[in-house]
């Protein structure tokens, strides 16, 4: 992962009206704490852990009645601020699905630069293990009903949640290089 | 014609009712398209990998659905190739109302579930049919059909979708805005969604390697579809099948971008069913979400041939099946962007490329409905993402329609005697007078101007909208008494001799400038020759661009051999082809592809030059522009000055050769405003016919909206545009050669 990607992605995410938080994996369940609206839900994650408020084990109503489910994604497009998500026994998918906001954790490690190398990565796991990965931009939306409207089945809001590589400077903070990204786009 | 009188109603209502909605959100789309895929940096080289990897895999169609069966079984589902929409529809109304014994079926937006109708066919048997897009969902309140296969409710209003849900729902609140209506249709949709038994999808394309689908979308219907029940039915063409999951990746960079201009849509789901999410119970909301048991999934993939393995052995229609359905030809057309895809439509499908689909699904009756709103002014060919020449497409089947409805009990013996051509004598009348424009110009331009004052008088024009179908508020062409050709050779030939010549050019004397606008042909001799051209202006035979717009191939198909034999001893000696009507360059350079042997078809395209264009390269090497007539010097009509209103032709940009005119004009200091209309309607001889008059005027719209209160000076190359303007704007433009060649 170059520094550019992550740039670009941060921009991409930008645009989408999605909003990034990062910091090293240590930090993960004070970001998503920040991040997650009440109640919420979520999905044990494979790097960094999620704060205690988080459901991790929901009833079927308390998804439905859930503001905010958190899950962790496979791997970020970078060129289209795409996060992948991939449905799984523990409900990676409904609980990213229906609830209004969806925080999702993303490792910088896990981000790709374009779509050719989202689709490499997953050919292989289609192949193997059967996958099933949604490439998620943005929230859901809807041009449908004379206007643009998020939120039209899927989530209004999404934040990502980016997890830094403790190895960049060894600190997980990579502030210094990273170049302004905001309102440029 | 006039046999015809409802179409011309049908197209009229449908302009009035649905005209504004639809061409403000085609429009959009496809501004929206242009920046879009203007942002990407390899957009040809990725068009190019989509269409080989459709080229690829058609071809290999029987070998990748056995390969599908192989891996969808592997994986727990099961594979059903239907024949057509009824063996589809017994086997997915068995499995949902009597395996299943459901009572409720949820369905994400699926063109080619519309194609075999099977909500009908479930309702039949007591399932109800929920459309979760909300598109889709609001027609199907309204008890609509879609109008266009990407956004299918794009005719309807927010105020009409407001009023309908007032109406059908009778709400304490009636949701108003388009954020209250959406918040609306999720809540229904979502209830219903939870109780469901059944989910069906389409999908965009399917992986034979891994039996994974690709669906797109940007609202999550289609994964809620999917996630809530425990049994998914996928219904999808033969022809959505790709070799493999890494062929996906051009197509999902080019899809949104295609259709509605967005980078990519807010959903792309790749699953390889049965999904391994947990089946929510929402009956018993209180247990665990994931309760471990997630193996209760049921997949069912029904590929439908429906006619497309037929298609795939129809050398003409095969290219259909290479359509990703993006939508970006229907949203191109200058056509449909006017009445949108209930007219300009099928059973099922709309726009350009539907002429392909329903030919090869429905058969050619229904194709025939709106073959003619095309056309074949050629905007959607560089907008399709996978390179399908779709006038072609519905040329052959305008031909076909012409062979196949040809009552061979009928003689027409009058009119064959007047205009002999190639093809079948039961032609209908104004597409045989439209197609034969060449013989008849002759015959105008030998008689003018007696003929002139006869097609000016009243009751002959009434005569001719009766019988031949011209509507009679169109100024026809006045013929001219002397033939270009003719005016050239009595002036003693080009007046820049051979030896002291830059370069010899054959300017190409099309009917239209030969006959009617002479003028446009001497302005170019003047030009070129002030270039050190030495000009030649044979007698030649016409492009064949009338008869093609007909449907007349095997017409058209002489036409090209005629010109060809024409021009290759020229083209031989090295002489460029200077092409003053942009209709008939695009012909040399795109369609003789097809009537022409490979290497005659290459000779000419590469000697051939729009004028403009050809201005444009000699000034590049070298020429003096000061030769040329600058804005300083304009009198009479340029004396409006520098300021030009430029409206390029459709064929032009689509050739890429409509820009050149704007570059010259610039170089002489003139002051361009480019039209950034696709078409100006009249295209060809459309808008001269009675049933499209007011639909030719109604896609000329934007050019009055944008040139109409101008000072500027108005030129346009083709003669169609011109006549078409004259008529938006009460002025007849130039061609721009007449305004930057010397005068006399
Ligand atoms: S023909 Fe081409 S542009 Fe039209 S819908 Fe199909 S793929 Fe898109």
Redesign the pocket.
């Given at each position: 992962m170059s520094v550019a990607d992550r740039s670009t992605f941060k921009r991409r995410l930008d645009s989408l009206g999605v909003t990034v938080t990062e910091g090293p994996e240590s930090e993960c369940a004070e970001l998503i704490d920040e991040a997650a609206g009440d109640p919420a839900v979520g999905v044990a994650l494979d790097a960094g852990s999620l704060p205690d408020r988080i459901e991790t084990d929901p009833t079927t109503a308390e998804l439905r009645a859930a503001h905010t489910g958190v899950t962790d994604a496979e791997l970020g497009v970078a060129e289209y601020g795409s996060v992948a998500i991939e449905a799984d026994g523990a409900g990676t998918e409904p609980v990213s699905l229906f609830v209004d906001r969806h925080v999702v954790v993303l490792r910088e490690a896990d981000l790709v630069p374009d779509m050719p190398d989202a689709f490499e990565w997953l050919g292989p796991r289609a192949r193997d293990e059967s996958t099933d990965v949604v490439f998620a931009t943005g929230p859901s939306a809807t041009a449908d009903m004379g206007g643009l409207v998020h939120g039209a089945h899927g989530p209004k809001e999404v934040h990502v949640v980016l997890l830094r590589e403790p190895g960049e400077d060894g600190s997980g903070e990579s502030d210094a290089t990273d170049p302004e990204v905001s309102a440029d786009e | 014609m006039s046999s015809d009188a409802t179409k011309g109603d049908r197209i009229r209502e449908l302009m009035a009712t649905e005209g504004d909605a639809v061409a403000e959100n085609t429009r959009g789309f496809n501004q929206g398209r242009y920046e879009s895929t203007g942002r990407l940096d390899d957009y040809e080289e990725l068009k190019a990998e989509a269409r080989g990897i459709k080229e690829d895999a058609i071809a290999r169609l029987p070998e990748l659905i056995e390969e599908v069966r192989r891996t969808v079984e592997a994986n727990g589902g099961t594979v059903y190739v239907a024949d057509d929409a009824a063996d589809a529809n017994r086997y997915i109304t068995e499995l949902t109302a009597e395996e299943r014994d459901a009572d409720r079926l949820v369905k994400s937006k699926s063109m080619t579930s519309e194609e075999i109708e099977v909500n009908e066919a479930l309702e039949a048997e007591g399932v109800e049919v929920v459309e979760t897009d909300l598109g889709e969902w609001v027609l199907q309140v309204a008890d609509e059909a879609p109008s266009h296969?990407v956004a299918p409710a794009i005719h309807k209003s927010r105020e009409g979708i407001a009023e309908l849900f007032a109406e059908r729902f009778d709400p304490d609140d009636p949701p108003e805005t388009a954020e209250e209506l959406t918040m609306f249709a999720r809540e229904r949709l979502g209830e219903l969604i939870e109780d469901a038994d059944v989910g069906m999808t389409g999908a965009n394309f399917v992986a034979a390697d891994s039996g994974t689908m690709l669906l797109v979308t940007s609202e999550g219907n289609a994964r809620k579809t999917v996630t809530a029940t425990d049994t998914h039915v996928a219904v999808a063409g033969v022809e959505k099948l790709v070799p493999t999951v890494e062929d996906f990746s051009p197509f999902v960079e080019l899809i949104g971008r295609?259709g509605t201009g967005q980078d990519v849509t807010s959903y792309i789901s790749t699953l390889t069913p049965p999904v391994g999410s947990p089946v929510p119970d929402f009956e018993h909301d209180d247990g665990p979400l994931a309760d471990g048991s997630g193996d209760d999934r049921d997949f069912h993939l029904v590929l439908i041939d429906n006619g497309r393995m037929e298609m795939r052995e129809d050398e003409q229609l095969k290219e259909t099946l290479y359509?990703?359905?993006?939508?970006?030809?229907?949203n191109a057309c200058g056509n449909f962007q006017s009445v949108g895809g209930h007219a300009f439509g099928g059973e099922t499908y709309s726009?350009?490329?539907a002429t392909g689909w329903e030919a090869g699904i429905e058969g050619l009756d229904v194709a025939a409905e709106f073959n003619d709103l095309c056309t074949g002014c050629s905007r959607?060919v560089p907008?399709?993402?996978?390179g399908?020449d779709?006038p072609w497409i519905n040329t052959v089947v305008r031909d076909r329609i012409n062979r196949g409805e040809a009552d061979p009990g009928q003689t027409d013996w009058m009119f064959e005697e007047l205009v002999p051509d190639e093809e079948p004598g039961g032609l209908d009348l104004s597409t045989r007078i439209v197609g034969n424009y060449e013989t008849l110009a002759k015959w105008g331009s030998r008689t003018a101007p007696i003929a002139n004052r006869l097609s000016d008088a009243g009751p002959v024009r009434a005569l001719a909208e009766r019988v031949a179908g011209i509507d009679r508020r169109r100024d026809l062409p006045e013929f001219a008494g002397e033939p270009l050709v003719d005016w050239f050779e009595a002036r003693g030939g080009s007046r820049v001799s051979a030896d002291e010549a830059e370069r010899e050019a054959v300017l190409y004397a099309d009917t239209a400038t030969n006959y009617v606008d002479v003028d446009r042909g001497k302005a170019a001799v003047r030009a070129l020759e002030a270039l050190d051209v030495h000009v030649r202006v044979p007698d030649l035979p016409g492009s064949g661009r009338p008869p093609l717009s007909q449907g007349m191939i095997a017409t058209a198909e002489s036409a090209a051999e005629d010109v060809y034999a024409g021009l290759a001893t020229h083209v031989d000696a090295g002489r460029d082809v200077v092409v003053i009507e942009p209709s008939d360059l695009a012909m040399f350079r795109s369609e003789y592809e097809k009537f022409l042997p490979e290497a005659s078809h290459e000779r000419l395209a590469a000697a051939s030059y729009d004028v403009m264009e050809y201005v444009f390269g000699l000034l590049e090497n070298g020429a003096d522009p000061s030769d040329l007539r600058a804005p300083a010097e304009g009198t009479g009509p340029v004396a409006a000055g520098k300021r030009v209103a430029y409206h390029p032709h459709c064929q032009a940009r689509t050739i890429g050769v409509g820009e050149h005119a704007t570059a010259v004009m610039e170089a002489l200091g003139y002051d361009v405003r480019v039209s950034d209309t696709e078409c100006c309607g009249m295209a060809g001889s459309f808008g001269y016919k009675h049933d499209y008059y007011e639909l030719s005027m109604d896609v000329g719209e934007p050019i009055r909206e944008q040139f109409g209160d101008t000072d500027r000076t108005v030129v346009a190359a083709g003669t169609s545009c011109t006549e078409q303007i004259d008529a938006l704007l009460g002025d007849t433009p130039m061609h721009p050669v007449e305004l930057v060649a010397p005068r006399e």
């Open positions: - | 296969i295609s359509c990703i359905r993006c939508s970006a030809c229907s726009g350009g490329i959607c907008a399709c993402p996978v399908i779709i």
